[in-house]
């Protein structure tokens, strides 16, 4: 049984450029939330999709945009990208009807913006 | 708002020591969840323990203890005779909506 899958690992860009990551739920997960980890920092909830659609989201400008597809893959993109932007971005998966809302991480990807 | 507070921003013990990592919440909601989770070096972070609200039964499991207390707003975390594959950040987090919120973490050094 498959865990959270993200791709890439790692990756660099120059400001103002954009990126985009992408996730695998857990098998028979159908709800994907990204979160930002700063340096040193937990780590900070971005948005949440369901059912192709966002749910909820954080304190997080405009810039940061997602999608799901049908079989609940999600990317996360973030455009015009800021020094600030460099950190590590995971993946959460979970299962709606769980009324514990146990979420399983993917191994995250880091992003370097110079 | 909720809130999240790990006072300990680093913990370091010499191996068989035990040791406990605190967690304090804030929040004016009646129904919610408590979490731990484990972040070693690679990143990917390890789910430990979920408690909810309404359950305030401690839990053992293994060398790993849980101590949540409504009235402190507490929810900390015990480790006994600790061992150096311990050593990593440990986040403690909130949940009532389906998002968690996270602590700032404990590094937790656990020396030979």
């Known amino acids: 049984d498959a865990g959270v899958t993200q791709s890439p690992t790692h990756l660099i860009k120059t400001r103002g450029q954009q990126v985009t990551l992408r996730c695998s739920p857990k098998s028979g997960h159908d709800t994907v939330s990204w979160y930002q980890q700063a340096l040193g920092q937990g780590p900070q909830f971005i948005f949440q999709y369901y059912e192709e659609e966002e749910r909820q989201r954080g304190n997080f400008p405009d810039r940061f945009s997602g999608h799901q597809f049908p079989n609940y893959s999600s990317e996360l993109n973030v455009n015009a990208l800021l020094l600030g932007d460099s950190a590590l971005y995971l993946c959460?998966?979970?299962?709606?009807?769980?009324?514990?809302?146990?979420?399983?991480f993917g191994p995250g990807t880091r992003l370097t913006v110079l | 708002a909720q809130k999240v507070t790990q006072a300990q921003t680093e913990i370091s013990v010499v191996e068989k020591e035990d040791v406990t990592l605190d967690c304090v919440y804030e929040?004016?909601?009646?129904?919610?969840?408590l979490f731990w989770y484990k972040q070693p070096p690679s990143g990917e972070l390890v789910f430990l323990i979920r408690?909810?609200?309404?359950?305030?039964q401690n839990e053992i499991s293994g060398r790993y203890s849980w101590n949540f207390q409504k009235s402190t707003s507490s929810f900390n975390f015990t480790i006994t005779a600790s061992q150096v594959v311990d050593s990593a950040v440990y986040f403690c987090a909130f949940s009532n909506t389906g998002k968690l919120i996270f602590g700032q973490g404990t590094t937790l050094q656990v020396k030979p």
């Open positions: 408690r909810n609200s309404f359950d305030e």
């Open positions: 929040t004016r909601d009646t129904t919610y969840y």
């Open positions: 959460a998966s979970s299962q709606t009807g769980q009324i514990y809302n146990e979420q399983f």
